[in-house]
């Protein structure tokens, strides 16, 4: 059998990613987008959402959330349960804004894309939350197996996926399709056990056959919050 070569390596081209670089770009150079009555809206949407886990476990004392932006989400939660110990982890330019708005939290400064440094971290979280963040970083291995170790079987796991029908650039096209990440969390360890919808709606494409568990009333949402825990038959 002959050796097939693929003779077109534009690889930005054929693909229509643009610049690979704009998937990991500092978004918040321009900080002034967190004002943005979308932004906002959006904020307390997540907000609310995490208020009922909470309420729904009220044993959550410690949180943490990767790829946190300067941690305007964090603040929303914060507001209505400002008992908690709240962890926020990402670059340097996010935490720039993070302490220029006296935000409260602790920062810690990490590049997640293909590494997971726990220094200075706790041994266990009540809840972690990974918002838009998977599919932005070349290791999402790394980090779901880390967060399996930094979790107990009392633990939760929020994540908020988005949906391919919304154009979000993903660096492993299909991995983030609704039945791909069940099974990537599933074989991580994780088992799903809760879904909420989103505010806003996609273009009505057609359903993907890996796209066969995601409820016909939830097709169509920008993002899907998917809420995850420890499965008991797991071993490590």
Same mark, same amino acid.
């Given at each position: 059998m002959g050796l097939f070569r693929i003779q077109h390596t534009n690889f930005e081209e054929v693909f229509n990613c643009n610049n690979l670089d704009t998937l990991h770009k500092e978004e918040?150079?321009?900080?002034s987008r967190i004002n943005e009555e979308s932004w906002q809206q959006r904020y307390e949407y997540e907000a609310s959402i995490i208020y009922s886990i909470i309420k729904d476990n009220p044993h %959550?004392? &410690?949180?943490?959330e990767l790829g946190s932006g300067p941690g305007v989400l964090s603040q929303h %939660?914060?507001?209505? &349960?400002?008992?908690?110990?709240?962890?926020?982890?990402?670059?340097?330019?996010?935490e720039k804004y993070f302490r220029e708005q006296n935000f409260t939290g602790d920062f810690f400064v990490k590049d997640l894309s293909n590494s997971f440094d726990t220094d200075?971290?706790?041994?266990?979280?009540?809840?972690?939350i990974t918002n838009d963040f998977l599919e932005h970083v070349l290791n999402p291995? %790394? %980090?779901?197996?880390?967060i399996y170790q930094l979790t107990n079987k009392n633990s939760v796991y929020l994540i908020s996926n988005p949906n391919w029908r919304m154009a979000h650039q993903f660096l492993y096209r299909g991995l983030f399709d609704f039945d791909n990440i069940l099974y990537f969390l599933y074989v991580h360890g994780f088992e799903c056990i809760g879904l909420y919808g989103s505010q806003l709606q996609?273009?009505?494409?057609?359903r993907l056959t890996s796209e066969t568990l995601l409820p016909e009333e939830n097709l169509y949402d920008? &993002?899907?919050?998917l809420l995850f825990k420890h499965r008991e038959d797991f071993n490590v």
């Open positions: 918040w150079d321009d900080p %959550i004392k &410690n949180v943490l %939660i914060l507001k209505n &349960n400002p008992e908690l110990n709240y962890h926020l982890v990402d670059k340097p330019f996010a200075g971290l706790l041994d266990c979280y009540d809840l972690v291995h %790394i %980090i779901v197996k880390t996609t273009p009505k494409y057609p920008w &993002n899907h919050y």
